[in-house]
T-cell receptor, first 110, second 115 residues
Framework: GQNIDQPTEMTATEGAIVQINCTYQ??????LFWYQQHAGEAPTFLSY????GLEEKGRFSSFLSRSKGYSYLLLKELQMKDSASYLC???????????FGKGTKLSVIP | SQTIHQWPATLVQPVGSPLSLECTVE??????LYWYRQAAGRGLQLLFY??????ISSEVPQNLSASRPQDRQFILSSKKLLLSDSGFYLC??????????????FGSGTRLTVV
């Protein structure tokens, strides 16, 4: 079957670095996505990994290990505006849909 | 550029009343379209998806239905709302590349409260 898991909540300090982990299980795999969702708003796309390794985009980086079914989102130089839920999702091979995790609520404190 | 419009933003409806939420996409042809629901404290639940006009696939049995009367229009409906239908409804679109989807772009969402 398909399954995806990420921590429910995390807290980090402004200016620090935080890593949000995601593990998944699927019989076919075609990509791993990270979305950011502020309270009361729609999710917005952050990153996409299809090959193993690290993808860097400014303060945000995402890592994928397909053999381990594991990904993480790394946020550097945290800002108060980074307080949001971060959703991990994968695309199955040949599938139209994304399967989402329940999201990790990140609180950035001064 | 592609844009997605979803309305209304907020809706309060009594139990047993009908529902119609609309979503339109601009700037692309033949998109894959999706309806998701996000209940408080829960993840995104796929309700329906469509790969073309008149083609609807349902993921979860319930009292909701979806229709795609035009290429870039996707409608979510109910004849009689239940309290459990309350939630944040999100429309999304994607293009399909070989082997699977390339991620979603979401509409701004509709906050539905059934009272």
């Amino acid at each position: 079957g398909q399954n995806i898991d990420q921590p429910t909540e995390m807290t980090a300090t402004e200016g620090a670095i935080v890593q949000i982990n995601c593990t998944y299980q699927t019989s076919g795999f075609n990509g791993l996505f990270w979305y950011q969702q502020h309270a009361g708003e729609a999710p917005t796309f952050l990153s996409y990994n299809v090959l193993d390794g690290l993808e860097e985009k400014g303060r945000f980086s995402s890592f994928l290990s397909r053999s381990k079914g594991y990904s993480y989102l790394l946020l550097k130089e945290l800002q108060m505006k980074d307080s949001a839920s971060y959703l991990c999702a994968f695309s199955g091979a040949g599938s139209y849909q994304l399967t989402f995790g329940k999201g990790t609520k990140l609180s950035v404190i001064p | 550029s592609q844009t997605i419009h979803q309305w209304p933003a907020t809706l309060v409806q009594p139990v047993g009343s009908p529902l119609s939420l609309e979503c339109t996409v601009e700037g692309t042809s033949n998109p894959n379209l999706y309806w998701y629901r996000q209940a408080a404290g829960r993840g995104l639940q796929l309700l329906f998806y469509s790969v073309g006009i008149g083609q609807i696939s349902s993921e979860v049995p319930q009292n909701l239905s979806a229709s795609r009367p035009q290429d870039r229009q996707f409608i979510l409906s109910s004849k009689k709302l239940l309290l459990s239908d309350s939630g944040f409804y999100l429309c999304a679109w994607s293009v399909t590349r070989t082997g699977g989807s390339y991620g979603y772009t979401f509409g701004s969402g509709t906050r539905l409260t059934v009272v």
